[in-house]
């Protein structure tokens, strides 16, 4: 392994590239497997001068690919399954990201600003409909649905979530496959609730919750199943609340939730069965 990181490492260097050349590679190899034929060496003996015969080849292959990187400026380097860049200069390969950032926004889904406005006159929850339907009824306060749900840091480090993918916790008995909530009683933060509202059956929403709609809002709800999403809620707490040696911090949360079903509260269902018949 060490000596394949050595030679990857050289071959991002021009310079030394070109003292890995084909002759050379061709007599080294050819040296060592001499040395391997001979009948006095051991087996262990054997495999390691096998590894370094691998570790050779490979570098022969970065040294190409490296020699053809910097050949061909604003390129990709010569992988199979990897295309080259169309641009050729600075504005024009902003011009190729930014095109290609819009199409990457449009594929994930619009993003959407709910709750009380901030300063900037905006809902201060942030989500992003990822996948949006129009099966069955929308969720409305009082309705009850069936979530799974994943909660990580701003930075993508995962918490916890239901189903649990914490090895082991997942296969218990009594694990719970979806969480059951009642729109407006707090089962989650109310920053989420803000989301879900009007949500639909097989929508997928990924929300940033601010701190002071998050968990302290539902009674440190909903709580994970297993001992190391435990951990990371605590680490999470003491990460707003201060050690003793440094102040809290105002850190934001997300979740990715997945509407499974929405049932309806009585009232809800009664209300929509008088507007159908006055319709």
């Not at 449009?106 to 600003?113: E, I, K, L, Q, T």
């Not at 989420?192 to 709800?221: M, N």
């Not at 951990?231 to 609340?241: P, V």
Request: charged share 25%.
């Amino acid at each position: 392994k060490s000596s394949v990181a050595a030679c990857g490492r050289a071959a991002a260097n021009l310079d030394v590239v070109r003292i890995f050349q084909m002759r050379y590679m061709s007599f080294i190899i050819s040296f060592l497997y001499r040395i391997v034929s001979c009948k006095h060496m051991n087996g262990f003996g054997r495999n390691i001068v096998l590894q370094h015969c691998a570790a050779i080849a490979f570098c022969n292959q970065c040294s190409a690919c490296a020699v053809a990187y910097r050949s061909e400026p604003f390129s990709a380097a010569a992988f199979p399954g990897r295309t080259k860049a169309k641009c050729r200069d600075i504005e024009s390969c902003q011009e190729e990201g930014e095109r290609r950032t819009a199409e990457a926004e449009a594929r994930a889904g619009p993003v959407r600003n709910v709750g009380p406005s901030g300063a900037n006159g905006l809902g201060r929850v942030r989500y992003r409909a990822m996948k949006e339907t129009a099966e069955g009824p929308s969720l409305r306060q009082g309705d009850a649905a069936d979530i799974r749900f994943d909660v990580a840091s701003t930075g993508g480090d995962y918490m916890f979530g239901v189903p649990s993918r914490e090895p082991g916790v997942s296969s218990a008995a009594g694990v719970l496959d979806t969480y059951r909530i009642i729109l407006g009683a707090r089962d989650v933060p109310l920053g989420v609730e803000f989301a879900l509202e009007g949500a639909h059956k097989g929508d997928f929403r990924r929300i940033e919750v601010p701190p002071d709609l998050g968990f302290q809002t539902s009674e440190w709800r909903p709580a994970p199943q297993g001992f190391s999403g435990k951990q990371r809620l605590e680490r999470y707490k003491k990460l707003l609340t201060g050690n003793g040696l440094q102040p809290g911090y105002s850190a934001s949360i997300l979740f990715q939730v997945e509407v499974v079903r929405v049932r309806p509260a009585p009232t809800t269902m009664l209300h929509a069965r008088k507007a159908d018949v006055l319709s």
